[in-house]
């Protein structure tokens, strides 16, 4: 190896120290976007999936073909979930900073890609979340209390303590489990999207991963089975920029956007902007009318800016410039709802400060009533011996042994 | 009673399931208009139609992952993988997907996913069309792993498999697909018309999942196997004028641990065999349960009997293969030992 | 399930009693493609992707930008390669037929795709084989005993007896080991390249797949890491129309090509006349120098046509009309090449004749010299001690004793 | 002489491979810029540039593919799978091409590639970020399987992978990342140097594959194990009081049955500790070999101690650990019984 490399090596536009640089990201002008009909075809688009569509203006105006004409209230309801979603985000990464969970993502800055998506979707349509979706859950009403019995693992927890925080689910409310493993909800969906098919239903499905998680095989088969057999499908790449250290480049290469992959398989690509709750909904109900009609699935990029840490785990100041966040030129999500509603009237900043005042009570009411059932530390605890139900329908032979034998052992401890 | 060889006793179970039940649906590369490169699906798309079974891209993790997707939403898929070697791509989706959803959302969401795959080697089809991958999937706690050894069993399991609720591999050995084999490829290839187990009811029945079977039973040694090698293991047994009570598993996952323990408490002896390769093989599991359970009946240490620790070669397949010769030597040491 | 089914399910034009339908198919006249720069952009060049690039017009002159303008002495020697592998074809399968042989894969009609790319590039460069591409063996020299041999598993077998046949290697030609798992060797290709790059090196990586493989997780890993990294590395898709009983729009569903894929990647996407020697040599060398200067990777595709069975194992004749392939628009590479010259006055019947007569010679004296080495019925055998080596770079001592008691086992049955 | 933590181990011994030898190279998810998610490729970008320690796409894969190629083309790639619970959607890529090439290509062909990975539980990682997958690589001939209990041996066993010229699957158990662990979380974290094998040599050493480690010779049971569980089966040793003879397998396969046979011949009696699930577990492995070869000196039935049969469960993860007690138990019953 005497020579010099030649390899590419993708590199983030800025680091610490450095000063932020988003110049690589190509943006529309507000309303500046076509909105074409459901029935079009993948390669009668491809423009959209590197131009941005974006309904909100900057004096907060709704604008262009995608306005999606919504009632005032309908609004006042997605920044009511959007609030939501970021004071429980805020207050449960505070319980983790004191112990009370071991672990928390937070969806801070995307609040709009899973709250205005819900929204756009009936109630009937499955949904396959990734584990930064939290705006789903509280869209489908998921009540708090709910939730954050699953991030304490206490004996209220939907999963009975089997799964690490956040990794909700609800086949009542339609919100598949959520898994550990990137991407696989992904062909999961497209599944499901065929067997709505398969019965004659006009259910669909969407799902939900980060662009880091495109990179997953599972990607790949999502969009060549939704492609195959058309299924009822919305497909939704979170481009957040980040994937916990790595840049969106990584993941992209030198690929136009990640939207851009679907017209090669013969999907739309639609490229949005993800902190614009009009321009998100919007191109989700006509996603899903494409769907629902029998035209196939469409892939969506969501673009947004993860402004917190990856996870508690992480601390994103060895990997990125401190200012990044303040500098992302899409603003941030709830922000711009809220402006747009001042602007048309419709809403205020004592209704906003009253908003926040009634929401931050619901969330500290609910986690008082969520420690009754136990946190890590205090309070009740779920019976450990829980742990051998579900692996099977029936609890087959030599778990039921195992069971008793963890049930004697602890006893012999003078537990349980 | 109908004479069926192990692919129409498959072919038989997917349409009486299919007849029964519209939810159940077949998908897999090559399984609709074709019928399946083994003939396992041969007219099904043509009665049920082509919404019901589907030829499928060659992606084996997408086909798991879409069959999962459909099994949450009401359907009860039949995937086919071509061939047991290439299960692997789908090996995410099996094990951290389909084997975890029930336990993982705590009951409210589950797929029952049957993966139909054929195993084994003696067809001449090298090292990548002769692997018996069972100890990849035993080891996967939520799943459940079923290897036929007939025509009759393949039926009645595949059917119970399919109306599991939990998500089964099943693993068909394609040597037996024509007929029973005995390990010694020169002799003259008999079909399953000639044999007891070729015997297969037209209609539903099923042999309930989780159940060893006693083939024969005996006093002087127990011998463990599944698939292809309950046919070897018989031979010799037979050649070697043993008594020996032997034990098809028929469900890998869970295990049948009281019928075996039963047996080898009785016999006092034991040998394990199948046609993987041995190191980390199921028959480890077997032989350890069972020296635990049944330590001070034993009078000689329990042998396993696998294929070698390589490869299947091509060239080599009867060299590869754990035929009679090594299975009666195995059996004649558990009954020679003494210290 | 009360509603009929809305899914959508992709459908071969022509099934056996009906009439062969090409009309799905898009072509473009010869020399209509235009041919850029290889400096080009992935997105400036996406019209490659469904247009087809020609050479060789129905007059079998060669005409256009592609044309490459090679010497008659080099298409000569096509010819003759592409003659070569189709007679040694023909022989094997006829030796497999009388049992000499285990099983067989013939390229009948697809010679072009693998003789005009190796031809096309230079000996240092690593190629990454599917099992149907022996044109690159043809090309590359390898000696007719040396496949024999190993496809009768014999004394002689590169493999030691043991993959099945076809599934060549040679590091000392740079043709990387045959898999019989498809696709696998798509991102290893990639790899390969990386490592070229990273040494500093010229050398560049080649792979084939068929259009099925491309369904495969594999394709989008190579996709996305030679993307990544701008890897010199050219990934050829030969879409022969069928993958076993499978049409080719069950892999590529909606998707305009399977070229079409590239240009999502950010890697420029060909769709090439395969039967077209002249075509197929001219858009590899444009890949291969691309990838060489420095500015990535290319996806072809090879429009062609399996013209036999799958494999010895396979009757066509169950799932596609059986006259399908002599309807077959774009002809055989062969007699398509022959023409050519034949117009160009470099070549002639008699010459024809006599070089079959040569080439015909030269696969019987190479078969009766590989029989020597042994056949699956006669001869002399390889030790099957053999299957122990080769597992590790050292024999360990658990694959010593096995060895030690297959051998025991054998002399005490007076074998070995 | 340097006191390291495992992380530091690890890291040094990458550290120590790149400066030695140019060829090798590091791939993964967050190695490069961030260093790696525990830190093990902290530093090595900064050195060695960003060409030879790359950030990867999240493609498990599409990592191994590409450093497969990159062994074949030359280079000595040492791949990073960010948990082991996430090695499943490379496993096709391990089993059907890596472990095989050199077989399949009769020596012609090789890819020296080595896989680190993270496992284990006791970080309250739920049941994705918990897993021991050792079963599912110890069945596959051809790999090299290793797992090291300290950053001594780990140093040691990671420099001989790299320069192995086959693959080795390199477990690391994320439990000792820091520190020693006996099974007890309500105990203070002690850490790597307050214990002998912290000290770590700065430069190069190899610890050999393919050989197991007599920890503590004794004469009263062998307990066999190895990673975390070396700790925990010591530490139930020493509170029992029994002169256990603890033996760290270090490599898991190719595996040194003779050292294991030689101890248990000695001591009569076994127990075989691991944290992965028992059911097919690489235990059963163990078990059945020790009790073919030792069969006339044991005076009690081989015990194996796993992680139930379950997933790994957030909550319960101190239940679910294989702890003292129950590891104390078995050594207790394997002492105790009788027929
Ligand atoms: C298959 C798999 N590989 C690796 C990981 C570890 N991991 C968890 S989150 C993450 C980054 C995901 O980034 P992205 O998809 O962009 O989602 P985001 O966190 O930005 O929402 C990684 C690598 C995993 N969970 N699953
Ligand atoms: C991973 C994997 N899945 C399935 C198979 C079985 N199989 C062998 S060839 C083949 C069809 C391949 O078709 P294509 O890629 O179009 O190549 P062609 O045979 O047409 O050249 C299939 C399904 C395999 N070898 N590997
Ligand atoms: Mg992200
Ligand atoms: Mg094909």
């Not at chain 1, 019995?149 to 409310?173: E, F, I, W």
């Not at chain 1, 060895?318 to 048309?344: Q, S, T």
Request: aromatic fraction near 8%.
């Amino acid at each position: 190896m005497l020579s010099p490399s030649r390899l590419h090596i993708p590199r983030a536009p800025a680091r610490p120290g450095e000063a932020p640089d988003f110049s690589y990201l190509q943006l529309s002008a507000a309303g500046a976007v076509p909105r074409p009909e459901i029935t079009v075809n993948a390669s009668e688009v491809t423009g959209l999936a590197t131009q941005l569509v974006r309904v909100l203006d900057n004096t907060h105006q709704a604008v262009g073909a995608w306005h999606p004409h919504l009632d005032p209230a309908e609004l006042q309801i997605g920044l009511r979930h959007m609030l939501l979603t970021r004071l429980f985000d805020e207050r449960m990464q505070k319980t983790q900073r004191q112990g009370r969970i071991s672990f928390y993502v937070k969806c801070t800055g995307e609040e709009a890609v899973s709250v205005a998506a819900a929204m756009a979707l009936e109630p009937h349509d499955m949904l396959f979340p990734a584990y930064r979706n939290q705006g789903l859950q509280m869209v489908r009403g998921q009540p708090l209390v709910a939730l954050m019995n699953q991030l304490l693992s206490n004996t209220g927890d939907m999963c009975k303590g089997r799964q690490l925080p956040v990794m909700y689910h609800s086949s009542a409310a339609r919100l598949f489990s959520i898994s550990g493993n990137l991407a696989t909800q992904f062909p999961q969906a497209v599944g499901w999207a065929m067997a709505a098919a398969i019965k004659g239903e006009e259910h669909i499905a969407a799902s939900w991963i980060g662009e880091g998680s495109s990179a997953a095989a599972d990607f790949h088969h999502a969009l060549l089975f939704a492609s195959t057999y058309r299924a009822p499908v919305i497909l939704n790449v979170v481009n957040n920029q980040w994937a916990i250290s790595t840049f969106q480049g990584c993941a992209a290469g030198d690929s136009p956007s990640f939207a851009a992959r679907g017209p090669g398989y013969g999907i739309p690509g639609l490229r949005v902007d993800g902190n614009d709750f009009l321009a998100v909904y919007a191109v989700t109900r006509w996603a899903a009318e494409r769907a629902r009609k029998g035209h196939g699935a469409t892939l969506i990029e969501l673009v947004t800016y993860r402004a917190s840490a990856h996870s508690t785990s992480d601390d994103p100041a060895r990997y990125r410039p401190r200012d990044e966040a303040e500098r992302w030129p899409l603003g941030d999500p709830i922000e711009r709802l809220k402006a747009h509603l001042c602007v048309l009237g419709e809403w205020s900043e004592p209704r906003h400060t009253a908003l926040l005042e009634e929401l931050e009570a619901q969330v500290t009411v609910a986690w008082k009533e969520a420690c009754i059932f136990g946190t890590l530390s205090e309070g009740p605890r779920l019976d450990p011996a829980l742990m051998f139900d579900d692996v099977y329908q029936h609890l087959p032979p030599h778990l039921a042994e195992q069971r008793e034998q963890l049930r004697a052992a602890r006893a012999a401890q003078g537990k349980g | 009673m109908p004479q069926m060889n192990l692919i129409q006793a498959i072919n038989s179970a997917l349409d009486v399931a299919m007849t029964r039940d519209r939810t159940v649906v077949v998908l897999g590369q090559d399984v609709g208009y074709f019928g399946g490169v083994f003939r396992a699906t041969e007219g099904l798309q043509r009665k049920f139609g082509e919404h019901r079974v589907l030829d499928t891209p060659i992606a084996e993790g997408g086909i798991i992952g879409a069959a999962i997707g459909m099994g949450v939403n009401g359907l009860r898929p039949v995937a086919e993988i071509q061939f047991a070697d290439y299960v692997y791509p789908a090996y995410d989706q099996i094990v951290s997907e389909l084997a975890r959803l029930r336990y993982r959302s705590a009951g409210d969401f589950f797929a029952p996913v049957t993966i139909r795959t054929p195993c084994g080697g003696g067809i001449r089809g090298g090292q990548t069309h002769s692997q018996s991958p069972e100890a990849v999937f035993v080891h996967v706690c939520g799943l459940k792993v079923v290897m036929p050894s007939n025509p009759y069993d393949a039926k009645g399991l595949l059917i119970a498999a399919i109306e599991d609720d939990d998500p089964v591999i099943f693993l068909e050995p394609k040597r037996l697909y024509n007929g029973p084999f005995e390990g010694n490829s020169e002799q003259p290839a008999v079909p399953w018309s000639t044999h007891p187990q070729g015997e297969v009811p037209a209609g539903h029945y099923t042999v309930p999942l989780g159940q060893a079977r006693v083939v024969k039973s005996g006093s002087a040694l127990t011998v463990i196997s599944y698939g292809t090698m309950v046919h070897v293991a018989t031979a010799a047994a037979r050649q070697l004028g043993l008594d020996a009570e032997v034990i098809d598993l028929c469900t890998l996952s869970p295990l049948d641990t009281a019928t075996l323990v039963a047996s080898v408490k009785k016999t006092g002896r034991c040998v394990v065999v199948h046609e993987a390769t041995r190191f980390g093989g199921f028959g480890g599991e077997l032989a350890a349960t069972l020296q635990e359970a049944c330590f001070w009946h034993l009078e000689a240490p329990i042998i396993r009997v696998g294929g070698w620790d390589t490869p299947y070669p091509h060239a080599f397949e009867w060299e590869y293969f754990p035929g009679q010769a090594r299975v009666a030597a195995a059996m004649r040491q558990v009954m020679e030992e003494a210290p």
